[in-house]
């Protein structure tokens, strides 16, 4: 559910979703995937310009340490950790009980923090140490889930980590988590957009209490489908006076989902954020909500699929045949 608004010393107005544990999340943050190098820039621009305070990274993408680097000189530009929101995600080629503590221990010294936010299982599949892509015969298992959850509840218990939580999960793997959990997921990270609504998952989370943070909001460049260039987006873009990537974050608010459009674009960045002070009005939202091409951009074929082999030999199987 949505908390209050309040606003960041830079005047910007930002809100938040009241997490089952109490905890707030920050509507909009930032993603990292991919960014690098230029992580840190991005990562302070979004903190110290954009009044961003949640920011949201991966061990797998790498670019942990400039993570690390950008909310440092956020911090020594007077920005309060308390203030902040920091995800990272447990990697499937850790996805074993006795791997989560000492994989997260790595993540806290490149981002040169104490404790995390939020800590996610990225995917649900064990991946080989080196696997190859595509996989070959052997590279991917089934995990562990309750052994890894125990494990995750624990680093909680710990307060090494404020919540715990899923990405790219299904109904299916979320019941069997559900059933097992003592320590019920504080949130699940799936790709939504206008061009892949997910609506029963969405429907499942809020049912049990889950929030959902919608990541690629903007659709994906590199996935082929860029919804900054959809016609109706375009047009209610321009209806509004705003710009396609505001009105793509905004439709995933107003869905009551969190949002981490990813940008190393300075006035993109800040640009993403400005979307607390209006609203798509119901008929736009309706259209947008009912763009008729619904797919995936991230379907991760080329990590897990092995046409011949599998255990997983199609991108149906990732998602247990419920797109």
């Known amino acids: 559910m949505m908390a209050h608004a ?3 010393p830079e005047g910007q107005i930002t809100e938040s979703f009241r997490l089952l544990s109490g905890h707030k999340i920050p509507a909009v943050g930032l993603g990292t995937w991919r960014s690098g190098s230029q992580a840190t820039h991005a990562v302070f621009t979004a903190l110290v310009e ?3 305070r949640h920011i949201d990274t991966a061990w797998e993408y ?3 340490k400039e993570v690390g680097e950008g909310i440092k000189r956020a911090m ?3 920005i309060e950790r308390r203030d902040l929101f920091v995800t990272s995600k447990l990697w499937c080629t850790e996805l074993s009980p006795e791997r989560v503590r000492p994989t997260l221990q ?3 010294q490149e981002l040169q923090l104490e404790y995390l936010d939020l800590y996610l299982i990225h995917w649900p599949f064990r991946l080989s140490e080196g696997a190859s892509k595509p996989p070959k015969e052997g590279d991917v298992f089934d995990f562990d889930m309750e052994g890894v959850w125990r494990e995750m509840e624990k680093l909680a218990k710990d307060e090494l980590v404020r919540d715990i939580g899923v990405c790219n999960f299904t109904i299916t793997k979320l019941n069997k988590l559900l059933a097992v959990a003592e320590l019920i997921p504080s949130v699940c990270q799936i790709e939504m957009h206008p061009g892949w609504r997910n609506d029963q ?4 989370c809020k049912i049990n209490g889950i929030h959902v943070t919608a990541y690629s909001p903007l659709g994906s460049q590199e996935g082929g489908r860029y919804l900054i260039h ?3 987006v375009d047009r209610i873009a321009k209806k509004l006076n705003k710009t396609p990537g505001q009105v793509l974050v905004k439709w995933g608010l107003q869905r ?3 949002v981490i459009p990813k940008s190393l674009n300075p006035e993109r960045i800040k640009e993403n954020i400005k979307v607390f002070d209006w609203v798509i009005p119901e008929q736009d939202f309706q259209a947008l909500s009912s763009i008729t091409d619904q797919k995936r951009v991230m379907d991760s074929e080329d990590i897990f699929v092995n046409k011949i082999e599998g255990p997983l030999r199609s991108v149906a199987d990732i998602w247990d045949q419920e797109d």
């Open 76 to 78: 020594h530009a007077g």
């Open 50 to 52: 954009g009044g961003y």
């Open 106 to 108: 790595i993540t806290l």
């Open 62 to 64: 790498g670019d942990q």
């Open 256 to 258: 009551g989902t969190s």
């Open 6 to 8: 309040t606003f960041t």
């Open 230 to 232: 959809d016609q109706t």
């Open 201 to 204: 998952m969405l429907q499942f």
